[in-house]
């Protein structure tokens, strides 16, 4: 009788899982594996918010596998040696993994290479509905710009997906770790797990997504996120369920998986990026502390701005809209570096991924693979556009919810300013230009250092 290992990573699902549906397929018995590894929290990546919903998903998990005669073994330590060892305790005849794109999970596939021979089997298009590789254009290892990576996106063939393997098989008695209990630093997570994200598809209204992705208040977005960036959710496979429903809005949200699609293919081809610039551009970074302190705590006196950060706060998630209107107000209009922003919203966010994080930033902050890098997102033109009534500011700044209509996004014109709240960090006239461009105006006398 022969036996397969998968392990997990940011697979966690029964659905379309290349990985454990190739194991199932190539040994009689399959044992799934997850490993606890030290590494991640000593690299920072640990985040209390995602380590809570990530025991969600592994307890979802292993119900799921039960089901079809499997169970997780959780194990702690190294993942190579924790994979290699139970390769060898149990005789297996192959170890299948999902691919990943980040430099952390390149260095550990060839690791695994190296200790388990042509055992080893790596899947690609686990995490991803177009594998980073399958379309570059001529000369190049990946696409730069988005809207030619889109066409040849489009263009390529696409795997049907996969239905859940039959019964796996897993013997008993292997010994293992208990899933890990966190305490996120957010008040309300969603719920872990295939089963949640499975729900959550269902019950979203993706036809309505062309029209409401951005209004902040309606808050029409699918929340799947966090359950892209575990692998409870298939990528490929919601990009055929979305053409399946068809419409402006499903055309919409494939648009944005393809996004994710691009910046995966541009991190795995440069997973510097995840720290350094794409596109240097020279800047030489304010360093503020009092500022970016404000910032991060909802202080900043734009109250667009506030909003944003603290729904990130409270619930380890933001509106896509607010990530990029909060991300381009430090890195625009305060000149602060974008790793400190980026940061901290991988210190907070439950889908903290490192592909779509960093270079969303780098978007932002002009150092990336925009063509446009002088791009700056004024926070009151943005408020009046995408929040014109303020429900969004009103909902996360209480203090100025009194203040009627879009007046709330002005509070220093306010005739009665709550005491509460902070005057504007910068003149309010001078959020629409780069910090590098008008620190003189925006200091007068001062100097450059504020």
Known sequence: MTLAVVLFTQDLRLHDNPALYAARAEAD????????DPAIAAAGFDAP???AFLAGCLTDLDASLRRIGGRLLVREGDTVEQTARLAAEL?????????GVSGYARRREQRLRRALGDRLRVHEGSLTAVPPGAVTPAGRDHYAVFTPYQRAWQQVGRRAPLPVPGPLNTPTGLPGADVDSVKPTAGSLPAAGESAARRAWQHWRVA???QLHDDLAADGTSHLSPYLHFGCLSANELVHLAERRGGPGAEAFVRQLVWRDFHHQVLAARPAAAHADYRARHDSWRTDEAEFAAWQQGRTGFPIVDAGMRQLAETGWMHNRARLVT???LAKSL????RLGARHFLDHLVDGDLAN?????QWVAGTGTDTRPNRVLNPLAQADRYDPDGAYVRRWVPELAALPGREIHRPWRARHRPADYPAP????????VRFREARESLNGSQGEGR
């Open 29 to 36: 018995q399959a044992v799934p594996l997850f490993v606890t």
């Open 327 to 329: 991300a381009s107000f």
């Open 425 to 432: 960090l910068i003149a309010p006239e001078s959020t629409g």
């Open 208 to 210: 309505q997504y062309a």
């Open 357 to 361: 994080n960093q270079l969303n930033w």
């Open 49 to 51: 918010n995602r380590r």
């Open 335 to 338: 000149y602060l570096d974008w």
């Open 91 to 99: 005789g297996a005849v192959a170890v299948h993994v999902a691919a």
